[in-house]
């Protein structure tokens, strides 16, 4: 079972996750505008947010309002809710990117404060996006394009299965050394001691 979360940025016509199971779908403020007809029948959606982006907001789905002059955005909002009221849960966003740049920046840091309770992914048009805390394994992408960013920090970090494989390397949070590599393995294995980051993989297979 997976909750859906979809924002008001750039989101996606498609993916696999519209095929599985789904417990709640969530649309913040106007990111209740991208979520896909064909998801709005037979699944339960919950509207979240200030609701200033949302012309005639419909009333047959639970609505979740908050005021507009408020100290959290709407996506921390969201974030806040799922963390208390659902735990080990898949949780995948659309439009997490898009629209404006410090949104971007501050829904990727924000996160950060929510990795350990649930599974956090966001997907793109190209890229899908895996929250991570303490260990990172996918299978199924050898030839993709990856990229790691620390979102604070990092002790020991370790990669293998990489065109670029470290071994217990700190990597501070203001560097690019961990920008643009190559998943070679059947799978790719990643591990820190501490630390959270970000893994964005690039959907489309690298001709190299």
């Known amino acids: 079972m997976a909750i859906l979360v979809f924002l008001n940025g750039s989101t996606v016509k498609d993916s696999e996750f519209f095929k599985g199971k789904i417990e709640l779908i969530i649309g913040v403020d106007g990111g209740f505008n991208n979520i896909p007809p064909k998801l709005l029948k037979n699944n339960r959606i919950e509207i979240l947010g200030d609701l200033d982006s949302i012309k005639n907001l419909p009333q ?124 070679t393995g059947e799978s790719l294995n990643i591990t820190v001691k501490t630390g959270n980051f970000v893994v964005i993989v690039n959907k489309t297979q690298n001709k190299w």
Not at 101 to 106: K, V, Y
Not at 126 to 131: D, G, T, V, W
């Open 60 to 183: 047959k789905y639970k609505i979740l309002q908050y005021p507009k002059d408020k100290d959290l955005s709407d996506f921390e909002l969201t974030l806040k809710y799922i963390h208390n009221n659902y735990k080990d849960q898949k949780v995948i966003i659309f439009g997490l990117t898009g629209g404006r740049i410090d949104h971007q920046l501050f829904n990727f840091f924000v996160l950060k404060n929510y990795i350990k309770d649930n599974y956090y992914i966001g997907e793109t048009e190209n890229e899908i996006i895996y929250f991570c805390h303490n260990f990172f394994t996918l299978k199924g992408f050898k030839g993709h394009t990856f990229s790691l960013f620390p979102l604070e920090k990092l002790n020991e970090l370790t990669i293998k299965g990489a065109y670029y494989s470290l071994d217990r390397q700190d990597v501070d949070l203001y560097q690019s050394l961990t920008l643009s590599n190559i998943i």
